[in-house]
Every structure is written in structure tokens, then in C-alpha cells.
């Protein structure tokens, strides 16, 4: 579930309920997310809150906003990023990246078999560069759409495309037996 347009243009009417929502269901979402980006999790935690309430205060003067998603996501990805920057921490996509890498962890902690699989797909997604990794992560495992993951990004949507293809491909050329378990952990959520 995503907090989709209708949901959002009742926030920016002060539906506090709608707001409430919005809240408790981004919150779980951008903190996974920014764990991604940094173990630092004060950062996090202080960035969702400083978004959360930029959102609330802004909510009339900021335009229609076509993928509420995608904003949300970019607006927090921004802001944790320049607090990582204003601590010195240099932050670029082979940064992320480390971070990014790690995705497959949030699906499959438990099972023995679950954990070796997590370090196989780990291994493979060494493979992949910065962006591919960043991709697959917003795309399968936060389920946007592919017009929301560009819009987060700050490419195209055919250059989305063509980032998810290689992606996928270079996973089936090196791991294909990775690449079939992969999809069928995605079909699993």
C-alpha cells in the first residue's frame, strides 16, 4: 500500500486522519530506507520527523503533487543526505550503495535457508553499480511504480527502464539460479 493521490489531497484539506495515515505508514518505509543510506539512525529518525512536519506545515502551498509516493521519498532522501553532508560525510552512489546492497536483509531474517540465500544475493548484487542496486531496492522491495523510482532517482522513466533491465539481466548472466529465487521472493510479497 501507498499513500496514493486521494489520500493526499484530503491531507492538504487538514484531514489530520489522513495525515495519521500517511504518517504511520511512511515512517516504517523511510526508516528502512534511510538505513539504507546510513547507520546513523539519529539522522534518520530526525529527518522523517523534520519531512513528516514540513509536509503537515506545507501541505496547502504545496502544488498537486502526481506521484505522492515519489515526493515523499525524494523530499526525505534530500533532506538525509544534506545532514549526512553538513556532518562531513561524503555521500555519493558507491556510498549508498554499500548500504543499498544489504536490501535483501529486510525479507529474509530467520530461516537459515533465508539467510544464505540473502548472502548469495548480496554477492550478486556486487555486480551492480550504484543505481541498479538503488533501482531494484525502491522498485521490488518498496514496490513504486517505475514513474515514481525515476522521479526519486532524478532520471527518465525509459532511463528507469533500461537501469532495472541491465540490472536484471546482469543478475540472470551471472546468478541464474539467484535470478530465478529473486523472482520468486518478489512474487512472495
Known amino acids: 500500500m501507498q499513500i496514493d493521490t486521494e489520500i493526499w489531497i484530503q491531507i492538504q484539506a487538514g484531514d489530520e486522519k489522513a495525515y495519521e495515515k500517511m504518517y504511520t505508514?511512511?515512517?516504517?518505509?523511510?526508516y528502512i530506507y534511510g538505513q539504507k543510506i546510513t547507520q546513523k539512525l539519529?539522522?534518520?529518525?530526525?529527518?522523517?520527523?523534520?519531512?513528516?512536519?514540513?509536509?503537515?506545515?506545507?501541505?496547502?502551498?504545496?502544488s498537486t503533487i502526481k506521484f505522492p509516493a515519489a515526493y515523499f521519498y525524494t523530499s526525505f532522501r534530500n533532506?538525509?543526505?544534506n545532514k549526512?553532508?553538513?556532518?562531513?560525510?561524503?555521500v555519493s552512489d558507491e556510498y549508498i550503495t554499500e548500504e543499498i546492497s544489504a536490501f535483501s536483509e529486510l525479507r529474509m531474517i530467520g530461516k537459515e535457508e533465508e539467510l544464505a540465500l540473502n548472502t548469495r544475493?548480496?554477492?550478486?548484487?556486487g555486480y551492480l553499480t550504484a543505481r541498479q542496486n538503488e533501482a531494484i531496492f525502491l522498485r521490488f522491495y518498496e514496490e513504486l511504480s517505475y514513474e515514481e523510482v525515476a522521479e526519486i532517482m532524478g532520471i527518465t522513466v525509459k532511463a528507469t527502464y533500461k537501469i532495472m533491465a541491465r540490472a536484471l539481466s546482469e543478475l540472470k548472466n551471472k546468478y541464474v539460479h539467484l535470478f530465478i529465487l529473486f523472482l520468486n521472493l518478489i512474487n512472495l510479497f
Open 25 to 30: 505508514y511512511y515512517y516504517r518505509h523511510f
Open 42 to 62: 539519529h539522522l534518520v529518525e530526525d529527518s522523517i520527523q523534520e519531512i513528516m512536519i514540513f509536509i503537515w506545515n506545507n501541505r496547502s502551498t504545496l
Open 79 to 81: 533532506l538525509l543526505v
Open 84 to 90: 549526512l553532508k553538513t556532518q562531513g560525510v561524503i
Open 121 to 125: 544475493l548480496k554477492k550478486a548484487s
